[in-house]
């Protein structure tokens, strides 16, 4: 079974936990003792982007396993199998993905390039279960050189893929406001306390609470902080996306720091813009093309207003593409990868008309319109396969 498959079959189970807490949330709002943390347009563009993600990652795994696999083919330190994939194996192989990705993650706030492909998972201005499915599509393109330490040492690349899913599953129930604090838990794991720091704007949570599954990491070297009872966490990021377009949401801070290396006249600045930690401008950059301080009294949600038959199209399209996402899915490790291509890019169009039609930008006749285009370019592209 491919990982792609795995996936498949946690969808379901991801969408009825979701569903699960929506209405546990409804309920909370009833009775006065919480609230709904869901709104429609910031679901359906939150699991969208996860969706695009997953398409994206069959063809960037074959990228970066095919580097982990050839550096632990040459210069694996200790590639001993009947080791790594023993418990104590995969437990320390577990261990040691966490302390990676606590670099990658911490790298992902702090290196501006790093940051723009990290940002997608932190636009979102709800927090909920469907956040944790907000992933990037470009993620993959550097963060592979993470996790090379691991090769060196000598995790066979099954060990590491089985052991980088552990990890990404375990994050997935921590995205949640209907779960307080959690006691010894919280000074350990990875808790949803924890992780609502991670993902507020306010001064004091800002770049916080990195790790995966530990957060011992961030008492270790110093980016640890507790969640305040006095300071509600502010979800989103400061340069907010203000779009339900997953192409947008994607490209937004890359474009932004290729517009400020373009505009700087000095050269070393040109390559510091993406090496510089996120907000960093060049000077003369800055001057002609100021931006506003951020303030949380200026922070605003982002929602347009969406007519109850939209909203119902919408949901209708959604659980649709969400079919033929999964069909490609569960299909990708046996389609050639120019099939598989074809129809994750009539996909992407499809999710890009949705999110036009959340923001008012088209209209359900011209969904329909520009759904049956693609799906009629990709079966005149397909026909050789039928």
């Given amino acids: ?21 929506f209405a546990w949330g409804m309920a909370r709002e009833r009775r006065g003792t919480g609230r709904n943390t869901y709104r429609l347009n910031d679901a359906i563009n939150s699991i969208s982007l996860g969706v695009l993600s997953q398409l994206s990652g069959v063809f960037s795994k074959l ?12 210069v694996a330190l200790f590639p001993d199998p009947a080791f790594w994939h ?19 993650h911490r790298g992902g706030h702090r290196v501006a390039v790093l940051w723009a492909a990290h940002s997608v998972h932190h ?18 393109l550097l963060g592979w050189v993470f996790y090379l330490p691991m090769a060196v040492a000598g995790v066979p690349p099954l060990i590491f893929g089985i052991v980088a899913l552990i990890d990404l599953l375990y994050q997935f129930w921590v995205h949640t406001e209907q779960i307080g604090k959690l006691g010894w838990f919280d000074r350990v794991f990875c808790s949803p306390s924890n992780h609502r720091v991670h993902h507020a704007v306010n001064d004091r949570y800002l770049d916080k609470n990195y790790g995966g599954m530990l957060v011992l990491w961030d008492r270790l070297f110093g980016t640890f902080q507790t969640e305040a009872d006095t300071e509600p966490c502010v979800y989103g990021t400061r340069t907010p996306l203000n779009s339900w377009d997953p192409l947008w949401a994607n490209a937004q801070v890359y474009w932004a720091l290729l517009a400020d290396s373009w505009r700087t006249q000095h050269w070393v600045d040109k390559l510091r813009v993406w090496l510089m930690p ?9 001057a002609r093309w ?23 199209f919408a949901g209708l399209q959604f659980s649709a593409l969400l079919l033929g996402v999964a069909t490609v899915l569960w299909q990708a490790g046996h389609w050639p990868h120019s099939q598989v291509a074809v129809c994750s890019l009539a996909l992407l169009v499809n999710y890009w008309a949705l999110g036009a039609l959340l923001q008012g930008r088209l209209t359900m006749g011209e969904v329909l319109l520009v759904q049956a285009a693609a799906v009629a370019t990709a079966a005149a592209a397909l026909g050789q396969y039928f």
Wanted: net charge neutral; hydrophobic share 50%.
């Fill in 1 to 21: 079974m491919t990982p792609f498959q795995v996936i498949v079959l946690a969808t379901p189970v991801f969408l009825l936990l979701i569903g699960l807490e």
């Fill in 63 to 74: 990228l970066t396993i095919g580097i982990y696999s050839a550096v632990y083919a040459s």
């Fill in 86 to 104: 023993s418990v104590p194996g995969v437990l320390l192989a577990l261990l040691f993905y966490d302390f990676c990705y606590y670099w990658l």
């Fill in 123 to 140: 636009q979102s201005q709800q927090y909920n279960l469907s956040t944790a499915l907000r992933q990037t599509s470009s993620g993959a």
């Fill in 278 to 286: 996120p907000g960093w401008r060049p000077a003369d950059v800055a």
């Fill in 290 to 312: 100021p931006q506003p301080a951020f303030s949380l009294a200026k922070v605003h949600t982002y929602d347009p207003p969406l007519a109850p038959a939209m909203a119902w």
